[in-house]
């Protein structure tokens, strides 16, 4: 029995060790007040990436760390409590959720705006030229549901060219739409601009005019409960400022 | 030598081990509690009931019956291959059945397109025929039998293996062929483990949200499963989210544990 209860304190120990070291792992991100974590939406994940890069040489000692998701998700997630220095959200809604609940530094600033576009497989087997045509019997669309902001800017394009999709399917996430069509599941789908531009050879982008009703406006802010409020103000003039218009224009975002 | 065995028995586990059972159970269900804990309940049956929640239900219920059923099909002829023959390779097939467990769905999904979509190794030649998988609930079924078909075949062909061959030898020698064997002695005898593993399969397949997401999209009424619909309520409205995860949940609950009792009842 003695030698039971020995064991069993042993196995006590070793879980308390093991918890110990799990909850400790985030505690060391707080002790440099230059490493800043950034909150974007997924759609930014190429250009922040390399603005990361840029701000780090430009700033030495600095850190910038990434969660890349979709804009709702880190809204919930911020509003949930999560750690962050910096929100970059791919809609005015998710970004309104945040500033409503006063977690925000100042007020937030639109840095890149972008559009729908049609792409469909390569050369554009299909002959899709106009967004009318993408409501052609036996056309294979797919959109974004309307859940979502790529979706509600869809829906927004429909209702002012009078034009009704019957998509085939109606995914959660554009990368999800742009993916359907890569795979030559669909034969058209309607992504945004910098996606287009993203999936490079994969897919042909079809331009449509109609698409400027529903201009999708990408703000950021920097966070009050930052750990580095004055790096997180940085960053957020950096992705302003002209270093963040060349990378976001060479990914095909819109000027705010 | 009698006694201290007495002294052993009546306990039989070592007491500690509690102690981290308990935190095991508490770690599954205090998720669960906590998802309950946040239902809107004023709410609750308005946003459960919604046209769309409905017709999500409905496809998941479906679909998750129909890939039962292929599972069945397959799985029972598969698990009998696995438990009663013998021949080269026979290990690396038993892990390679495995492994739609072990994958990441989204993975099972890419693998699914790359096979039955328009472009796919199957999939392009029946689209020559004129059947077309893509964005139907077919391939909702697809993605379903997939990953639950390793469900039915591992709890089918544990049952084979614990059931001996006592009474199949039996029946044999009294002049019974190798078909009227399987399906009058061997199938009688493992039918709760079929059951289980029939239930098994359809709850994963109740659950399964990846592979359809990547292959099969998202589609009311069509392709949309209670999963898919759930992730996209998440996207405006957390409170309908979490009342379908319950009803999931609660779902979920009642197979599993519906069939537990009827398992161990039918057992001998």
Redesign the interface.
């Known amino acids: 029995m003695k030698q039971n209860s020995g064991r069993a304190a042993a196995v006590i120990a070793l879980a308390v060790l093991i918890l110990g070291t799990l909850s400790g792992c985030g505690s060391d991100d707080t002790d440099s007040g230059e490493r800043i974590t950034v909150f974007a939406a997924a759609s930014l994940k190429s250009t922040f990436t390399e603005l990361a890069e840029r701000f780090e040489a430009q700033h030495p000692g600095s850190r910038v760390e990434f969660s890349f998701a979709g804009s709702s998700d880190l809204a919930a997630q911020l509003d949930q409590g999560a750690r962050a220095d910096v929100f970059a959200s791919a809609d005015q809604r998710n970004m309104a959720k945040v500033v409503d609940a006063g977690l925000t530094a100042g007020s937030p600033v639109d840095f890149a705006t972008n559009t729908l576009t049609i792409v469909t497989a390569p050369g554009n087997p299909e002959g899709i030229t106009t967004f009318a045509d993408l409501a052609r019997p036996g056309t294979l669309v797919v959109t974004c549901a309307p859940q979502v902001p790529c979706g509600s800017a869809t829906q927004r394009v429909e209702s002012s060219t009078g034009v009704d999709l019957a998509p085939v399917s109606e995914e959660s996430s554009v990368t999800d739409v742009l993916n359907k069509v890569i795979a030559g599941q669909a034969d058209a789908g309607l992504v945004y601009v910098t996606d287009a531009t993203g999936a490079g050879d994969a897919v042909t982008a079809v331009a449509v005019p109609e698409a400027a009703q529903a201009v999708n406006t990408y703000p950021i802010v920097a966070l009050a409960d930052s750990g580095a409020p004055e790096t997180a103000r940085e960053f957020v003039a950096f992705v302003t400022g002209p270093d963040g218009r060349a990378v976001l224009a060479d990914a095909g975002f819109g000027e705010p | 030598m009698t006694r201290p065995a007495r002294t052993v028995v009546p306990s039989g586990l070592?007491?500690?081990l509690f102690?981290?059972a308990a935190?095991g159970g508490l770690f599954v269900v205090l998720p669960l509690t906590a998802m309950l804990a946040s239902v809107d309940w004023p709410r609750f049956v308005e946003l459960v009931t919604s046209e769309s929640s409905l017709a999500a239900l409905e496809l998941s219920l479906r679909t998750a019956a129909a890939s039962t059923v292929l599972c069945i099909l397959l799985g029972v002829p598969m698990a009998a291959v696995l438990a009663r023959s013998s021949f080269r390779g026979l290990p690396v097939l038993r892990s390679l059945v495995l492994l739609p467990l072990v994958l990441p769905p989204v993975v099972g999904g890419i693998a699914l397109?790359?096979t039955f979509?328009?472009?796919g190794l199957i999939g392009q030649h029946l689209e020559v025929a004129g059947i077309s998988v893509?964005?139907t609930t077919t391939a909702v079924v697809l993605a379903q039998t997939f990953v639950a078909l390793p469900f039915l075949v591992v709890s089918l062909e544990g049952s084979l293996r614990t059931a001996g061959r006592r009474y199949e030898s039996a029946a044999a020698t009294l002049g019974a062929g190798p078909t009227t064997v399987f399906r009058r002695v061997t199938l009688p005898l493992v039918l709760p483990g079929l059951v289980s593993g029939a239930v098994l399969s359809f709850a994963r397949a109740l659950g399964e949200f990846g592979a359809t997401?990547?292959f099969?999209?998202?589609?009311?009424g069509v392709?949309?499963t209670l999963p898919?619909e759930i992730?996209?309520?998440?996207?405006?409205d957390?409170d309908a989210a979490v009342a379908l995860s319950l009803v999931l949940v609660i779902v979920a609950v009642v197979i599993v544990v519906g069939s537990r009792g009827w398992a161990s009842r039918a057992v001998p």
Do not use: D, I, N
Request: charged share 25%.
């Open positions: 070592p007491r500690w102690v981290p935190v397109l790359y979509g328009r472009k893509a964005f997401l990547t099969a999209g998202s589609l009311e392709t949309r898919l992730y996209l309520q998440r996207e405006t957390a």
